[in-house]
């Protein structure tokens, strides 16, 4: 190149202008060698086809990788359960049976979730979330508000601690008992001035959910911002929750209170959608009651469509 390249330079902008000036020179580019995660990704693909078990020799021909690397790939992925080896071949491991099961699951929960999620935020005007338990952490899958609502600096995929939220605390309700004394023992770092970092505190506030049925957070994941959750479940531990968020402040309570009826109907509709006799459709109309006007309550504008899916919809790696 004939001059320096600045610092703040993206990777992007490096490869175009290397590609105009090899071109210049009447040179074609230089193919990129592939990364480690792009040979494994390969490797994993070989396996996508009729055959369940594939030898080394096999798997070189189909991926395109040299005869080393794919041996010491394949050897990787079988210490990570990715894969299983018997004898000379290979076959898909538990692992990615696992991992497959959980993106199906997740991407069957959003789509029979993502009608009344609409419907709860056209109907409250608040921002609507839909999330999972991670370990100690709680993971949005959807996320469904309008272009004012950045109270809540969350995204699709995102995580937040479990004991500071209300999804977090609707699950954890109703999961194991050793779910929350995981996260206890993980440690309850405050956010807020209103978070709950007694182990005493949190284990109160999880009985009372399990009485109501429905989880609140006072301002105690973010300052200014209340949230009400209901989790999803039948007779048994939960999956998930929806919640709403709202402003916190001295409205918070009566807000939250006004609000969770229509939480809680919704995540009641769409476990029936998911688990209900015969998965009957149930209108999204037919979701939530109508909620008492609030004052000063005006609805959000339509709901922005949200532009990121789930891991289930996309390929693998």
């Not at 060698?33 to 390969?42: R, Y």
């Not at 979730?113 to 999972?132: C, I, Y």
Request: one cysteine or more; charged letters at 25%.
């Amino acid at each position: 190149m004939t001059d320096l390249m600045p610092e703040h330079a993206t990777f992007a902008e490096m490869m175009t202008r290397a590609t105009a000036e090899h071109s210049a020179q009447g040179q074609p580019p230089a193919e990129q060698p592939l990364s480690l995660l792009e040979k494994a990704a390969k490797v994993l693909g070989a396996f996508d086809g009729p055959e369940p078990r594939l030898s080394l020799t096999e798997v070189v021909r189909r991926s395109g990788i040299p005869r080393s690397s794919a041996h010491r790939i394949l050897d990787q992925l079988v210490g990570l359960r990715w894969l299983d080896r018997e004898g000379r071949d290979y076959r898909m491991g538990m692992r990615m049976l696992e991992l497959g099961a959980l993106a199906s699951h997740h991407n069957r929960l959003r789509r029979a979730a993502l009608p009344r999620l609409h419907a709860l935020h056209e109907q409250t005007g608040h921002l609507v979330h839909l999330s999972v338990l991670d370990g100690t952490e709680v993971v949005y899958l959807e996320r469904i508000g309008g272009l004012d609502d950045t109270s809540v600096p969350s995204r699709v995929g995102g995580r937040m601690p479990a004991y500071c939220t209300a999804a977090g605390k609707a699950v954890l309700a109703f999961s194991e008992p050793d779910a929350a004394e995981h996260v206890i023992a993980a440690g309850l770092r405050p956010r807020t001035p209103s978070t709950l970092v007694r182990p005493a505190s949190l284990r109160q506030e999880l009985a009372a959910a399990r009485d109501r049925g429905l989880a609140f957070d006072r301002e105690e994941a973010f300052r200014g911002v209340a949230c009400v959750a209901a989790p999803l479940r039948g007779a048994g531990r939960a999956v998930a929750a929806i919640s709403v968020s709202c402003k916190g402040g001295a409205t918070a309570h009566r807000e939250l209170e006004r609000l969770a009826p229509a939480v809680l109907a919704c995540s009641r509709a769409v476990w029936r959608e998911l688990y209900g006799p015969g998965r009957a459709r149930i209108r999204a109309a037919e979701a939530t009651p109508v909620l008492p006007p609030a004052p000063e309550h005006r609805m959000s504008e339509q709901a922005m469509d949200n532009m990121m899916g789930w891991l289930g919809r996309s390929e693998w790696m």
